[in-house]
């Protein structure tokens, strides 16, 4: 009798460190979406104050532009400008956004706290 005892017991702890388990993760994943939804929500409205920033900017450059060398060039001179940013951007895609972005992730999903109880 004793035997069961101690089996059910165990039976009954070993249950509920799982649901611990369970739980533990939930709240980990939980916390990371929230991180990851801030982030996403306060880079969406970072970025669409800086296009409207340049927007402006662009503007008021191509205003500035008409009298020295009239409408047509002024826009020109100003999608020229557009396109060589665009290009650098392009082509430095992978060191700008991918490698903060995997740094991000792994500070998210890998916290130095966990590689401390190791």
Not at 25 to 46: P, R, T
Not at 103 to 109: E, Q, V
Request: net charge neutral.
């Amino acid at each position: 009798m004793e035997f069961k005892e101690n089996f059910d017991k165990l039976t009954n702890f070993t249950q509920q460190y799982i649901d611990l388990k369970v739980d533990d993760v939930k709240l980990h994943v939980i916390e990371n979406l929230s991180v990851l939804c801030g982030d996403l929500l306060s880079f969406v409205v970072v970025s669409v104050f800086a296009v409207l920033s340049l927007f402006f900017l662009i503007v008021a450059g191509i205003i500035c532009l008409v009298p020295l060398v009239g409408l047509l060039w002024s826009v020109i001179i100003a999608v020229a400008l557009l396109a060589v940013v665009s290009s650098v951007l392009y082509f430095a895609r992978r060191k700008i956004f991918a490698n903060v972005m995997v740094g991000r992730f792994c500070r998210m999903f890998f916290p130095k706290d966990d590689m401390k109880d190791e």
